[in-house]
C-alpha cells in the first residue's frame, strides 16, 4: 500500500522537478562553453548524457520521499489533497537537494558569482584574501576552472572592496589534483608524533568526513560554541577531531559529509595515544574534493578499485552517506556501514527499557524488530526516539530515517538510531491524513473481503484502509478492558482490537462524551444504552492483520 503510493509520487515528481534542474544544468554548462563561443557537437553530446546521469540531480530518492510522505500525512490529520501533497513534496525536494546533495548551503556562494569593483583581476583578488594562499596560487593560474567557496555571512565592506575573512573559505579541488594531493598532503595519523609537532615538524593531513556533530558549547578558554567534524585519515584509516570554534562555525556549510577535506597545519592537541584533535589556526587552510565531483569523473572507477587511492571512497572502512540514495533499502539489501539509511516496515517486537550507563548519564534504550517482505532485523534506538517507539504496537508500519548500520566485533550487522545520528520516525499507521485524504480513500480502499482473502494467503499483505461500519463490540474481561469491535460493510465482516485511544475515538465521535474517558466510564457507556447510537456508524479504517489471526484497529476517521 504504502510502498506503491510512494512510487507513484516518485515518478510525478521525477517528471516536473528532475526535468527543471537537468535544464539548469544544461543552462550552466552553455554558459561556460559559450565564454570561449566553443560548443563541438560531440560536446553537446557528452553534456546532454551528464545530465542524464548527474547524482546531483537524478534519481529522486526513494527514502527522501517515502518519509517527507509519511511526515506530512502525520502532521496534516485534516488530510491534504494530491495537488497541495505534490506541491509540498516538490518544494522541498528542490530547496533540500539542491542544497545538501552538492554540500553547498543557501548563505554560500562561488567566488566568481561576486562582482569586484574596479574590475579587479582574480590574482589580486587573491591575495587580498590572504597571505596564506600565495603558496597556493599556482592552483589558480591552472587552466581548469578553479573554485572557491565561502559564506556570504562572512563578506564585509571596506573602502569600496569586498574582504573576505579566511575563516569562511575553502579552495575547492577535483579528481584531476591527484598529484597535487598526493605531494600536499603526505602526513598519515599513524605516523603522528608530538615531539616532532612541538619542534616545529609541520604535518598535512588529507581525511575523509565521517560525521558533523551538533553545535555545543565551548570546552576551551576564549571560545563560546564549538562544532566537532569526525574524520577518517586516508592514509592509514584512522580517526581524528576537528574542532571549529565561533565563527569558524560558517565553514560547516561548505562541505558535507563524505567529502574529502585537506587540512593544512593545523594545531594538534594528542589526547591520548592516536586520538588527536585538530584545530583551525591563522596558519590553517582547509581543501575540500566535494564527493559529488569525483562521482562525475569519467575515470571513477579507478579510484573504486585501488584501495591505496587518497581518492578511493567506497572503501569498506567508511560509512557512506545513503541520503539520498535513489532505490528503496529492503532488510536483505540494507548497506553493511553506512548513515542516512531509511527503512519502511512493521513493527514485530518492542523491547523493555534497557538503560545504559554513558558519560556518568543513564541513557534510554530500546531494540525493536521490524520486518519486510524480505526479512526482519532488530534496530537499537536510544533515547527520545526509543521512548517514543515504546508507544508503537505490534502491527504497526513506521519509517525510519537517519539510521545508521555497521558491523559489530563478531561481524553481524547493526542497525542503530539516535537524536544525534538525525533518526526520524514516523508511524505511518497512525497517521489518519491518509484516511483523511479523498484521492488515497480512493486508490487505497479495500473492501472487508478482500482484507479477508489476503490475510488468510501467503501475500505480504496485512496492513489495509477500510471502509466500514459498527455492527457491535465486545470488552475483554481483564485488566486493560480492550474492546472488541464487530466492523462490516456490504462484502464481509471481522472482529477487530482496538488499541491506543481509537476506542476512545470511536465514542468521542459521537458528540455526546467530552468529559475524559477512564477505562470505567468507557465500559459504563458501552453497556447502557447510550451506545446504541454508534451502531450503525461508518468509519474509515487503517487495520493490520497480526501473526496471531486477529485484525488490529490502527487508527480511525469518522464520517462527519
Request: aromatic letters at 10%; a neutral charge.
Given at each position: 500500500?504504502?510502498?506503491?503510493?510512494?512510487?507513484?509520487?516518485?515518478?510525478?515528481?521525477?517528471?516536473?522537478?528532475?526535468?527543471?534542474?537537468?535544464?539548469?544544468?544544461?543552462?550552466?554548462?552553455?554558459?561556460?562553453?559559450?565564454?570561449?563561443?566553443?560548443?563541438?557537437?560531440?560536446?553537446?553530446?557528452?553534456?546532454?548524457?551528464?545530465?542524464?546521469?548527474?547524482?546531483?540531480?537524478?534519481?529522486l530518492?526513494?527514502?527522501?520521499?517515502s518519509?517527507?510522505?509519511?511526515?506530512?500525512?502525520?502532521?496534516?490529520?485534516?488530510?491534504?489533497?494530491?495537488?497541495?501533497?505534490?506541491?509540498?513534496?516538490?518544494?522541498?525536494?528542490?530547496?533540500e537537494?539542491?542544497?545538501?546533495?552538492?554540500?553547498?548551503?543557501k548563505?554560500f556562494?562561488?567566488?566568481?558569482?561576486?562582482?569586484?569593483?574596479n574590475?579587479?583581476?582574480?590574482?589580486?583578488?587573491?591575495?587580498?584574501?590572504?597571505?596564506?594562499?600565495?603558496?597556493?596560487?599556482?592552483?589558480?593560474?591552472?587552466?581548469?576552472?578553479?573554485?572557491?567557496?565561502?559564506?556570504?555571512?562572512?563578506?564585509?565592506?571596506?573602502?569600496?572592496?569586498?574582504?573576505?575573512?579566511?575563516?569562511?573559505?575553502?579552495?575547492?579541488?577535483?579528481?584531476?589534483?591527484?598529484?597535487?594531493?598526493?605531494?600536499?598532503?603526505?602526513?598519515?595519523?599513524?605516523?603522528?608524533?608530538?615531539?616532532?609537532?612541538?619542534?616545529?615538524?609541520?604535518?598535512?593531513?588529507?581525511?575523509?568526513?565521517?560525521?558533523?556533530?551538533?553545535?555545543?558549547?565551548?570546552?576551551?578558554?576564549?571560545?563560546?560554541?564549538q562544532?566537532?567534524?569526525?574524520?577518517?585519515?586516508?592514509?592509514?584509516?584512522?580517526?581524528?577531531?576537528?574542532?571549529?570554534?565561533?565563527?569558524?562555525?560558517?565553514?560547516?556549510?561548505?562541505?558535507?559529509?563524505?567529502?574529502?577535506?585537506?587540512?593544512?597545519?593545523?594545531?594538534?592537541?594528542?589526547?591520548?595515544?592516536?586520538?588527536?584533535?585538530?584545530?583551525?589556526t591563522?596558519?590553517?587552510?582547509?581543501?575540500?574534493?566535494?564527493?559529488?565531483?569525483?562521482?562525475?569523473?569519467?575515470?571513477v572507477?579507478?579510484?573504486?578499485?585501488?584501495?591505496?587511492?587518497?581518492l578511493?571512497?567506497?572503501?569498506?572502512?567508511?560509512?557512506?552517506?545513503?541520503?539520498?540514495?535513489?532505490?528503496?533499502?529492503?532488510?536483505?539489501?540494507?548497506?553493511?556501514?553506512?548513515?542516512?539509511?531509511?527503512?519502511?516496515?512493521?513493527?514485530?517486537?518492542?523491547?523493555?527499557?534497557?538503560?545504559?550507563?554513558?558519560?556518568?548519564?543513564?541513557?534510554?534504550?530500546?531494540?525493536i524488530?521490524?520486518?519486510?517482505?524480505?526479512?526482519?532485523?532488530?534496530?537499537?534506538?536510544?533515547?527520545?526516539?526509543?521512548?517514543?517507539?515504546?508507544?508503537?504496537?505490534?502491527?504497526?508500519?513506521?519509517?525510519?530515517?537517519g539510521?545508521?548500520?555497521?558491523?559489530?566485533?563478531?561481524?553481524l550487522t547493526?542497525?542503530?538510531?539516535?537524536?544525534?545520528?538525525?533518526?526520524?520516525?514516523?508511524?505511518?499507521?497512525?497517521?489518519?491524513?491518509?484516511?483523511?485524504?479523498?484521492?488515497?480513500?480512493?486508490?487505497?480502499?479495500?473492501?472487508?473481503?478482500?482484507?479477508?482473502?489476503?490475510?488468510?494467503?501467503?501475500?505480504?499483505?496485512?496492513?489495509?484502509i477500510?471502509?466500514?461500519?459498527?455492527?457491535?463490540?465486545?470488552?475483554?474481561?481483564?485488566?486493560?478492558?480492550?474492546?472488541?469491535?464487530?466492523?462490516?460493510?456490504?462484502?464481509?465482516?471481522?472482529?477487530a482490537?482496538?488499541?491506543?485511544?481509537?476506542?476512545?475515538?470511536?465514542?468521542?465521535?459521537?458528540?455526546?462524551?467530552?468529559?475524559?474517558?477512564?477505562?470505567?466510564?468507557?465500559?459504563?457507556?458501552?453497556?447502557?444504552?447510550?451506545?446504541?447510537i454508534?451502531?450503525?456508524?461508518?468509519?474509515?479504517?487503517?487495520?493490520?492483520?497480526?501473526?496471531?489471526?486477529?485484525?488490529?484497529?490502527?487508527?480511525?476517521?469518522?464520517?462527519?
Amino acid at each position: 500500500m504504502f510502498e506503491q503510493l510512494v512510487d507513484d509520487y516518485r515518478c510525478m515528481i521525477s517528471n516536473n522537478v528532475l526535468e527543471l534542474f537537468k535544464k539548469r544544468q544544461a543552462n550552466l554548462s552553455l554558459q561556460e562553453d559559450n565564454k570561449e563561443n566553443i560548443i563541438p557537437k560531440a560536446k553537446m553530446g557528452d553534456m546532454k548524457e551528464n545530465a542524464n546521469e548527474d547524482p546531483e540531480t537524478d534519481p529522486l530518492s526513494w527514502g527522501w520521499l517515502s518519509a517527507r510522505m509519511a511526515e506530512i500525512y502525520v502532521y496534516c490529520p485534516q488530510g491534504q489533497n494530491e495537488l497541495l501533497s505534490l506541491s509540498e513534496l516538490e518544494t522541498r525536494w528542490k530547496a533540500e537537494s539542491a542544497d545538501e546533495r552538492i554540500g553547498i548551503a543557501k548563505n554560500f556562494c562561488l567566488m566568481d558569482s561576486l562582482c569586484f569593483p574596479n574590475n579587479t583581476e582574480s590574482k589580486t583578488v587573491d591575495m587580498i584574501l590572504d597571505q596564506r594562499f600565495i603558496k597556493y596560487e599556482h592552483l589558480f593560474e591552472e587552466k581548469v576552472n578553479r573554485r572557491v567557496r565561502f559564506n556570504r555571512s562572512g563578506l564585509s565592506r571596506r573602502n569600496s572592496r569586498l574582504i573576505l575573512q579566511t575563516e569562511n573559505l575553502i579552495i575547492i579541488l577535483t579528481s584531476a589534483d591527484e598529484s597535487f594531493i598526493e605531494r600536499e598532503f603526505p602526513s598519515s595519523i599513524s605516523e603522528f608524533s608530538i615531539t616532532d609537532f612541538y619542534k616545529g615538524r609541520v604535518y598535512n593531513f588529507w581525511t575523509r568526513v565521517v560525521h558533523i556533530e551538533n553545535e555545543e558549547p565551548a570546552n576551551y578558554p576564549g571560545f563560546y560554541k564549538q562544532i566537532r567534524i569526525n574524520l577518517r585519515d586516508m592514509s592509514s584509516s584512522m580517526t581524528a577531531t576537528l574542532i571549529l570554534f565561533d565563527l569558524q562555525m560558517n565553514m560547516i556549510d561548505l562541505f558535507k559529509m563524505g567529502d574529502f577535506l585537506g587540512i593544512h597545519m593545523p594545531y594538534i592537541e594528542e589526547r591520548s595515544p592516536g586520538d588527536l584533535v585538530f584545530m583551525y589556526t591563522d596558519c590553517t587552510t582547509l581543501f575540500c574534493l566535494p564527493l559529488s565531483e569525483l562521482i562525475k569523473d569519467p575515470n571513477v572507477k579507478k579510484f573504486k578499485n585501488d584501495p591505496k587511492s587518497k581518492l578511493n571512497f567506497q572503501d569498506k572502512s567508511y560509512l557512506v552517506d545513503y541520503k539520498f540514495h535513489a532505490d528503496r533499502f529492503y532488510i536483505n539489501n540494507m548497506p553493511l556501514q553506512g548513515i542516512n539509511v531509511t527503512l519502511f516496515g512493521r513493527i514485530d517486537s518492542i523491547s523493555e527499557n534497557c538503560k545504559q550507563e554513558y558519560n556518568g548519564c543513564s541513557i534510554d534504550m530500546y531494540v525493536i524488530k521490524i520486518s519486510d517482505k524480505t526479512g526482519g532485523t532488530n534496530v537499537t534506538l536510544w533515547g527520545s526516539i526509543g521512548r517514543t517507539t515504546s508507544q508503537y504496537y505490534i502491527g504497526q508500519y513506521i519509517v525510519l530515517e537517519g539510521l545508521r548500520t555497521f558491523k559489530d566485533m563478531n561481524g553481524l550487522t547493526e542497525v542503530v538510531g539516535d537524536v544525534s545520528y538525525g533518526t526520524l520516525i514516523y508511524n505511518v499507521s497512525l497517521a489518519t491524513g491518509w484516511l483523511a485524504t479523498n484521492t488515497l480513500r480512493r486508490h487505497l480502499h479495500v473492501p472487508l473481503k478482500n482484507i479477508i482473502k489476503l490475510s488468510n494467503s501467503a501475500l505480504y499483505v496485512d496492513h489495509f484502509i477500510t471502509h466500514v461500519s459498527i455492527a457491535g463490540w465486545n470488552i475483554k474481561n481483564d485488566s486493560k478492558s480492550i474492546i472488541i469491535w464487530h466492523l462490516q460493510d456490504n462484502t464481509g465482516e471481522i472482529l477487530a482490537e482496538a488499541v491506543g485511544s481509537v476506542s476512545e475515538d470511536i465514542l468521542r465521535s459521537t458528540g455526546h462524551y467530552h468529559q475524559k474517558l477512564t477505562k470505567p466510564l468507557i465500559r459504563s457507556i458501552l453497556g447502557n444504552s447510550q451506545s446504541t447510537i454508534l451502531k450503525g456508524k461508518w468509519l474509515w479504517c487503517c487495520l493490520s492483520f497480526l501473526k496471531s489471526g486477529k485484525y488490529q484497529i490502527n487508527a480511525i476517521k469518522t464520517e462527519s
